[in-house]
């Protein structure tokens, strides 16, 4: 395919980095989307990575990078692969064109909103601490009808607490500075699955911060070929070892009966939980807690404690009949970390 880079004095406001694997089902309205974005400052780079497509995905992407070039203050490569290396290296090679230090995330599936690069490159400038910046989204289905509306939460001392159990930067919607990421060494090719959760943690391990803002800015494609829809169990286990590493430096070390799955999994409350994955994950919050009342200011422990209040509540409503007494201990629980509110 043909390629067209900036010339050696151009300086671009943003780089925008997508990696496509067999991609043509919705690449056409994806492209038309990065097509629409408003242009920022000094202009925009776009830099795609064609991981090994043996769909047509090559073709759209000859005829987007054509119509960039041919634009003022719009650029655009595309590095072609013969066969794929996986989504993590496919980003690594893309950074490596990447010409702008500010470098925003794009999915070949996802949908973003016109002033996407302008919100964020505006915000990232303003913060100079900021390494990573993610954004709001709405969950939309294959056929782009809306699913769910999403403000993430917010605060760079909670987003790095909270990573020892989720990641709350979506990928797609991240802008992060190059040189950080560099600095930690880029995505980590080992981690097919969870690259982005992997490489947030080691960019606050290296002590840098990370933060999200409300606006919704993407478009986010919920289906079954995705990677996070189609991972798998190897997929969750390659997951967990993101969580697990980040309780491990916050602990000093796990106890052999700590369980990073049933801790994490309590503290997200997303599934069901059989009464033994309960008890363990209790003791492996608990253990948290209690050095959290040590290190952390008070709105963490606070925020900590009002989700372990929700997950507690739902588990409780769900074991009411298979286990009464251990859901009237998570009750108990819930309303021990319950919020306290004043009213006047």
Not at 16 to 37: D, E, I, K, W, Y
Not at 105 to 130: F, G, T
Request: glycine share 6%; net charge neutral; aromatic share 6%.
């Amino acid at each position: 395919m043909p390629t067209s880079t900036p010339g050696p004095d151009a300086v671009v406001s943003v780089s925008v980095l997508m990696a496509v694997h067999n991609g043509a089902r919705f690449l056409p309205t994806t492209l038309a989307s990065l097509a629409a974005l408003e242009t920022p400052g000094n202009g925009v780079q776009f830099v795609i990575v064609d991981d090994g497509s043996t769909d047509d995905s090559p073709s759209l992407l000859e005829d987007f990078v054509r119509e960039q070039n041919s634009l003022d203050g719009r650029c655009a490569v595309c590095v072609r692969r013969a066969t794929s290396e996986g989504l993590a290296s496919a980003l690594n090679l893309g950074i490596e064109h990447c010409s702008a230090e500010f470098i925003a995330r794009a999915d070949a599936d996802d949908l973003y909103v016109a002033d996407r690069l302008l919100i964020q490159l505006s915000a990232m400038q303003k913060r100079s601490e900021l390494a990573a910046l993610s954004c709001g989204w709405r969950r939309i289905d294959e056929n782009g009808q809306p699913l769910q509306t999403r403000i993430p939460e917010q605060g760079p001392d909670w987003l790095a607490f909270q990573m020892m159990f989720m990641n709350s930067l979506l990928h797609p919607g991240v802008m992060f500075r190059r040189s950080a990421v560099l600095s930690v060494g880029g995505y980590d090719p080992a981690y097919w699955t969870a690259q982005d959760s992997d490489l947030w943690a080691r960019l606050v391990s290296a002590g840098f911060l990370v933060d999200n803002i409300p606006d919704c800015l993407v478009d986010y494609r919920v289906h079954t070929k995705s990677v996070t829809g189609s991972r798998g169990d190897k997929g969750r286990i390659l997951s967990l070892t993101v969580p697990g590493r980040l309780q491990h430096a916050y602990l000093g070390g796990l106890p052999p009966e700590h369980d990073v799955k049933s801790t994490v999994d309590l503290y997200q409350g997303f599934c069901r939980m059989d009464p033994a994955e309960i008890k363990a994950g209790l003791k492996g919050l608990r253990r948290i807690e209690r050095l959290a009342m040590t290190r952390e200011t008070p709105d963490i422990l606070q925020r900590f404690r009002s989700r372990l209040s929700r997950s507690c509540s739902l588990h409780a409503r769900w074991l009411r009949r298979r286990a009464p007494l251990l859901a009237l201990r998570l009750y108990i629980l819930a309303m021990r970390w319950r919020p306290v509110s004043f009213s006047v």
